[in-house]
Nanobody, 116 residues
Framework: VQLVESGGGLVQPGDSLKLSCAAS????????MSWVRQGPGKGLEWVSA????????TYADSVKGRFTVSRDNAKNTMYLQMNSLNPADAAVYYC??????????WGKGTLVTVSS
């Protein structure tokens, strides 16, 4: 299993950014996928999850209404569209393959910095 995040970078407050998670080594379309972040000096925070076919999506209250998770099973890729970014969103963002028992495989993360 391999998960590779991309799309992070330095943005200003109010800007948008779209993250990608490219998956390989498993049948991507069979699994829920999640986004988790870790801000500087903070613990892990679950951000969002998407059902295997994309019909169900859930979000943390902190990002609801600003972030949108999606997936393209033909491309084995999950996305996170992040709008109205603020400094509290600065973090390393990880994608994770998600089983009923939890998240069993993680990528190495992509860094999002929000600063004016």
């Amino acid at each position: 299993v391999q998960l590779v995040e991309s799309g992070g970078g330095l943005v200003q407050p109010g800007d948008s950014l779209k993250l990608s998670c490219a998956a390989s080594g498993f049948t991507f379309s069979n699994y829920y996928m999640s986004w988790v972040r870790q801000g500087p000096g903070k613990g892990l925070e679950w951000v969002s999850a998407i059902e295997s076919e994309g019909s169900s999506r859930t979000y943390a209250d902190s990002v609801k209404g600003r972030f949108t998770v999606s997936r393209d099973n033909a491309k084995n890729t999950m996305y996170l569209q992040m709008n109205s970014l603020n400094p509290a969103d600065a973090a390393v963002y990880y994608c994770a393959k998600t089983e009923e028992a939890g998240m069993d495989y993680w990528g190495k993360g992509t860094l999002v910095t929000v600063s004016s």
